[in-house]
């Protein structure tokens, strides 16, 4: 799976729009990004993917750029719950495929 | 939908005994189980891949002998920590996989379980 680059660390204000970034420069064309967070001593949370175009849930959006480089997660108002640590994983659609998780973004939203 | 438990939530132990942690997935059958193990302030590291019915893998560097994973049925994995250390202590997390969820094709991962070996 190839490999993201992500900030260790950000701060959003609460009731403003949080864009995270992650860039993975050697994405295959078979592999897809994920994003995962987790909250203090939880297990992670699935948020989003997406392969080329751009992706919006109740949770997020989730916009590629038209390389594939590089993707910005966005939490359209950002609450206090929302603190926690955001992965970025891409990978290939596979039975039994693994995650790799990286050091993903410790975002702290402040009042 | 969707829902892995596991149990128990926090255990203390005595270095030197078992510890059994398990993972069951509610509302899914889940063919292959993940679990990982968490240092604190370190990302998740995964440590073995269950599949139901046959042996896990372990990833390179986790003792197989040490940390025994049991997948008996579709809903329940077991991994037993052997002969536990004080370096054992950890955040245990597994995942399991919906199989029919294919457009997704993405992992739902338990709330932890905290191991402490004094």
């Known amino acids: 799976d190839a490999k993201t680059t992500q900030p260790p660390s950000m701060d959003c204000a609460e009731g403003r729009a949080a864009n995270l970034p992650c860039n993975h420069s050697?994405?295959?064309?078979?592999?897809?990004v994920y994003w995962y967070r987790q909250i203090h001593s939880q297990g992670p949370q699935y948020i989003i993917h997406?392969?080329?175009n751009n992706e919006t849930n109740e949770m997020a959006s989730l916009i590629i750029t038209e390389d594939r480089k590089s993707s910005t997660l966005i939490l359209p108002h950002a609450t206090l719950r929302d603190t926690a640590v955001y992965y970025c994983i891409v990978r290939v659609h596979a039975a039994g495929n693994k995650l790799t998780f990286g050091g993903g973004t410790r975002v702290l939203v402040k009042p | 939908g969707a829902v892995v438990s596991q149990h128990p939530s926090r255990v203390i132990c005595k270095s030197g005994t078992s510890v059994k942690i398990e993972c069951r997935s509610l509302?899914?059958?889940?063919?292959?189980m993940f679990w990982y193990r968490q240092f604190p302030k370190q990302s998740l590291m995964l440590m073995a891949t269950s599949n139901e019915g046959s042996k896990a893998t372990y990833e390179q560097g986790v003792e197989k002998d040490k940390f025994l994973i049991n997948h008996a049925s579709l809903t329940l994995s077991t991994l037993t920590v052997t002969s536990a250390h004080p370096e054992d202590s950890s955040f245990y997390i597994c995942?399991?996989?919906?199989?029919?969820?294919?457009?997704?094709?993405?992992?739902?991962f338990g709330p932890g379980t905290r191991l402490t070996v004094l």
């Open positions: 509302d899914f059958q889940a063919t292959t």
């Open positions: 997406g392969l080329k």
């Open positions: 995942s399991a996989r919906d199989p029919t969820r294919l457009a997704i094709d993405t992992q739902y």
């Open positions: 050697t994405i295959s064309g078979n592999e897809y």
